[in-house]
């Protein structure tokens, strides 16, 4: 299948290994074009327009919703030229209104449109093990099924465009705050005489563990020697991006996210003293160590 990506980040990279390790035929597109060249075994469009027209169906995972405005309906985007019968799928994590104004766009040009924002780091993307969160009419939900399911470990329709988007700020919250959470437990644990290696085992082997523990430990207890976290999955920047669409989605509904409020501003203290680009883990780190004097 002759497939494009269009957002060449850490994501984008890891779904377009993924794909072209399957066998299908893949163009990738960047705004820097250094990314998307070293992406192996993929083409390279030198535009949004090229990319199109050179595939069946086009992945999009950006930023937020003005990279996805600009890249879809900009004067050089992706539907500037003729795009009837193709298939989008857009995987960023955005406002669900910015998936339902994105989708009536791509519908108005003669094409099908499907959100599906996806849970999961760039090593379960390499796996093709992701959660994917569809938002979708029914027939264009089983036109999209045969390539998320090559992306995905578990794959979830839930209703129209724009439930996807709802459905991942849903997964993604108490993840959030548990890096909190986390934090703080450390700090309580600060003098027991408990290496850091067999802290985090410990912590690991509870009922109150997160999954991604079973992941991100061993980083956790290197930063609490001093050490390095490991590979970037998940960086500070787009955590508070993602709690600040939360409150505005929740505000809309009329919906209150007290544990989410407190915890962004968490995550912006954090911030304060570390770089955004940095592991998410990080913010349990910084709490652990916090000096309040």
Not at 59 to 66: K, P
Not at 176 to 195: F, K, N, P, S
Request: net charge neutral; charged share 20%.
């Amino acid at each position: 299948m002759k497939l494009g990506i269009a957002g060449i980040g850490k994501m984008g990279a890891a779904i377009a290994a993924r794909l072209i390790e399957l066998g299908h035929d893949v163009t990738v597109w960047n705004r820097t074009p250094e990314k998307a060249k070293a992406v192996s075994g993929a083409k390279v469009a030198a535009s949004p327009p090229e990319l199109t027209q050179t595939s069946d169906v086009v992945i999009t995972i950006l930023t937020d919703a003005a990279a996805l405005d600009a890249v879809y309906n900009g004067a050089s985007g992706l539907l500037r030229d003729k795009v009837s019968g193709k298939l989008f799928i857009d995987m960023s994590t955005v406002l669900p209104t910015a998936e339902i104004a994105l989708a009536a766009s791509v519908r108005a040009k003669g094409a099908a449109f499907v959100e599906c924002p996806v849970g999961g780091s760039t090593g379960p993307a390499r796996q093709g093990k992701l959660i994917g969160l569809m938002g979708a009419e029914p027939a264009d939900a089983a036109r999209a099924q045969p390539i998320l399911e090559q992306l995905c470990r578990r794959l979830e329709h839930a209703g129209p465009v724009g439930s996807g988007s709802v459905l991942k700020f849903t997964i993604n919250l108490p993840l959030m705050v548990y890096w909190q959470a986390l934090g703080e437990a450390l700090a309580m644990a600060r003098t027991v005489a408990i290496e850091p290696d067999r802290l985090m085992d410990l912590l690991s082997d509870t009922s109150g563990a997160a999954n991604v523990l079973k992941v991100r430990a061993p980083g956790i207890a290197s930063m609490l020697k001093g050490g390095a976290a490991g590979p970037v999955t998940f960086d500070i920047d787009s955590a508070i991006k993602d709690m600040q669409s939360m409150l505005a989605e929740a505000k809309s509904r009329g919906v209150e996210l007290p544990l989410v409020e407190r915890t962004l501003g968490c995550y912006q203290e954090t911030r304060q003293h570390r770089s955004g680009n940095a592991e998410i883990s990080t913010v349990s780190v910084y709490w652990a160590g916090r000096d309040r004097s």
